[in-house]
């Protein structure tokens, strides 16, 4: 009896050790460094938030260079408001749109010469939370419908990728095009391109 309790002590004790040798226990994990978010890291050659941060800068400073605002305000008396829509990915790879969107936004804001106004969704929740507050909120704290601010202009975009390989060289080429619309008129009054283009060299590419 004593010779069994033994034998089944050996192997709850060798079972356990193939456990956590099988779940990394006696093994290396990932080698991780933390390095600052506004650092320039480009492991794959693909679109990455550098790419989405540099080139709305450059877009949006190229967008309030131009003649239109300028001329609106002198016609209106007041600054243009501007809403974001959406950007169209058609390349064949993964780009979080809404992040080059937010950067876009962030970029005309911080600049404060141009109003921004709330997305399509946004003016959804925005439409829910009056609608809430009419029912449940008191009269002194409402917020009343109708008193959102229209936006003047509309800026679209897409986002178009060529990739062509030799050997173990492959060049990416980017292409963002962003186009301001008179809401009222339909005119475009601006149109941005910005083209990016990387060489990736390796041995051997899978």
């Known amino acids: ?69 300028d001329e609106f305000r002198t016609a209106s008396g007041g600054k243009p408001a501007l809403v974001v829509g959406r950007v169209l990915n058609k390349t064949m790879e993964h780009i979080p749109t809404e992040t080059f969107i937010k950067d876009l936004e962030r970029e005309i804001i911080n600049a404060g010469e141009i109003k921004v106004v709330a997305s399509a969704s946004q003016r959804d929740s925005l439409g829910g939370e009056k609608l809430y507050q009419s029912k449940n909120a008191s009269l002194e704290t409402q917020k009343a419908m109708g ?29 963002v095009e962003l186009e301001l619309i008179n809401i009222e008129s339909g005119e475009k009054v601006w149109i941005g391109q910005k083209k990016i283009k990387k060489v990736l060299e390796r041995d051997q590419w899978s």
């Not at 002590?9 to 600052?36: H, M, W």
């Not at 794959?44 to 131009?66: A, F, H, K, P, Q």
């Not at 975009?157 to 062509?164: S, V």
């Open 1 to 69: 009896m004593r010779a069994k309790n033994g034998l089944s002590r050996f192997l709850l004790v060798a079972l356990t050790g193939a456990a956590l040798s099988g779940c990394g226990g006696g093994g290396e994990g990932p080698y991780i460094t933390r390095v600052e978010a506004d650092r320039q890291v480009d492991l794959s050659g693909y679109w990455n938030d550098t790419d989405s941060r540099l080139v709305s800068e450059e877009m949006i400073r190229d967008l309030l260079s131009r003649p239109w605002a």
């Open 147 to 175: 008193k959102e601010l229209g936006a003047d202009f509309l800026l679209l975009g897409q986002i178009n990728a060529i990739e062509d390989r030799a050997g173990g060289t492959i060049m990416k080429y980017y292409q």
